[in-house]
């Protein structure tokens, strides 16, 4: 991504006010939901994403300082 090439990443659904932050490694966090729960998915520059939170209920997650 960092080069401009098309990387394949896994399919998920961000909140229209998704709360997006990049790490000091470059990676990217991303606020995501699914039904009434949310999680933060940590995506890498390599196009690698897991889930960096467990599922909750909750209008916002906060981000690590």
Do not use: Y
Not at 18 to 34: D, I, R, T
Not at 42 to 61: D, N, Q, S
Request: contains cysteine; charged residues 20%.
């Amino acid at each position: 991504m960092s080069d401009g090439s098309v990387l394949p990443v896994p399919a998920f659904n961000a909140d229209f006010d998704a709360a997006l932050g990049w790490e000091p490694g470059g990676s990217l966090l991303v606020q995501v939901k699914s039904g009434p729960t949310k999680a933060l998915v940590r995506c890498t520059m390599a196009g690698i994403c897991e889930r960096a939170t467990p599922w909750v209920k909750a209008r916002h997650l906060g981000f690590p300082r």
